[in-house]
Structure formats: structure tokens, C-alpha cells
């Protein structure tokens, strides 16, 4: 079974502050992993997606297999990041999003 | 102007009753999808199709019916058998290339809020 598990429903953290945001999957195969950002009023939008390791506004995330482990980090955290956030994981047709994390960002 | 419309944006509709949402796309894209969006669940697979004709069952299929007989278009049937139907639900599409596993971006719609009566 493919699952992907966001521990975090709520976080927050204060502007200048690093973040984080965990996300843990579950798959037998090769995972391809993504974090999809929704912000107020906007639609779902991909961030970024590991295989192309890129940093976007800021977060990486970084491919853990030995732990399974696909986590967002910002080294300093801003206001516009605040958001809905969801760790997704994709066998190729379908997609697997966690239940997602509530980033606030307090000024 | 270019991506993914659903409509409506709010659906009001009498339990008992079937009621559709539409779901097109402009992007050429070969993949379209189904997803329900509760509160604290995330976004669970309902429906999704890859072909035209051609459309596949998600982990929450059960009281909804789909349809694909356009590229563009992917409308979801909410049915009287689904037993909660009140939900935000979101439309989807991609490319599909085998292989290529960074094409697989989804590409969403901007969701149609069902409220049962």
C-alpha cells in the first residue's frame, strides 16, 4: 500500500524562524515525491518535486530512504509563506497526498 | 486563458437528488482526475483517467460515476448512493509520460464546493 503521513495538522512559527515540515510515505517501489502549496484563496499548486532538486521560495526538501522521509525546510520563515501544505507521492498514475500541514507564519 | 475550469464554483442540492460537476481542461493534457477534499484528510482519489474511454476507479469511488468521452472534459457524477456527499471536490489533470516521472505534475482546478441540503 502507498501512504503518505504528515504528522503536523497545525504548525507555526515566527517570522526569521526556521521551518519544517515533515512528511513520511510509505512504498515498495521508487518513490516520487512532491509538496503542493495552497495559499488563501488559491488553487492547489505544485512547489517542488524532488527529482528535480530544486529550491523554490526558499524550501527544499530532501529524499530520506533510509527513513522514508521527504521533509519541507526554510531556513527563515516569512509571512507569505503561510499556507496549507501537502506532501504527495506519485507511482506514476496516481497520487497520494497526506492530510496536509497549516504553516502560520506570526510576525 | 489557459488550465483547468470547474463549475459551479457552489453547488446547492436536495439529498436524494444526482447532481454533476464539470471539469475541463485546455492543457492537452492526457490525464485527468477526481479528488474529494474533507477537513483534516487531505485530498482522497475518487476517479481518474488517462485515456479517453478509457477511466479508473480511486480509494473513494463508491456513490460517484465519471465519464470520458472528450479529452478535454472529465465531469463527476455525485450520486444518491454517496452517503456524504457534502465536500470541496477538485479536478485535476497531468501528462502522462511513462518514465518521466517530473511530467507527472498535477495541474488543479480551482474546486466546486457540494453542499446537501
Known amino acids: 500500500a502507498q501512504r503518505v503521513t504528515q504528522p503536523e495538522k497545525l504548525l507555526s512559527v515566527f517570522k526569521g524562524a526556521p521551518v519544517e515540515l515533515k512528511c513520511n510515505y510509505s512504498?515498495?517501489?521508487?518513490?516520487?515525491l512532491f509538496w503542493y502549496v495552497q495559499y488563501s484563496r488559491q488553487r492547489l499548486q505544485l512547489l517542488l518535486r524532488h527529482i528535480s532538486r530544486e529550491s523554490i521560495k526558499g524550501f527544499t526538501a530532501d529524499l530520506n530512504k533510509g527513513e522514508t522521509s521527504f521533509h519541507l525546510k526554510k531556513p527563515f520563515a516569512q509571512e507569505e509563506d503561510s499556507a496549507m501544505y501537502y506532501c504527495?507521492?506519485?507511482?506514476?498514475?496516481?497520487?497520494?497526498f497526506g492530510t496536509g500541514t497549516s504553516l502560520t507564519v506570526i510576525p | 486563458d489557459g488550465g483547468i475550469t470547474q463549475s459551479p464554483k457552489y453547488l446547492f442540492r436536495k439529498e436524494g437528488q444526482n447532481v454533476t460537476l464539470s471539469c475541463e481542461q485546455n492543457l492537452n493534457h492526457d490525464a485527468m482526475y477526481w479528488y474529494r477534499q474533507d477537513p483534516g484528510q487531505g485530498l482522497r482519489l475518487i476517479y481518474y483517467?488517462?485515456?479517453?474511454?478509457?477511466?479508473q476507479k480511486g480509494d473513494i469511488a463508491e456513490g460517484y460515476s465519471v465519464s470520458r468521452e472528450k479529452k478535454e472534459s472529465f465531469p463527476l457524477t455525485v450520486t444518491s448512493a454517496q452517503k456524504n456527499p457534502t465536500a470541496f471536490y477538485l479536478c485535476?489533470?497531468?501528462?502522462?509520460?511513462?518514465?518521466?516521472?517530473?511530467?507527472?505534475?498535477?495541474?488543479f482546478g480551482p474546486g466546486t464546493r457540494l453542499t446537501v441540503l
Open positions: 485535476a489533470s497531468s501528462i502522462v509520460r511513462p518514465g518521466l516521472a517530473f511530467v507527472n505534475e498535477q495541474f
Open positions: 504527495a507521492l506519485s507511482t506514476g498514475n496516481q497520487f497520494y
Open positions: 483517467s488517462q485515456i479517453v474511454n478509457d477511466f
Open positions: 512504498y515498495s517501489g521508487s518513490p516520487e
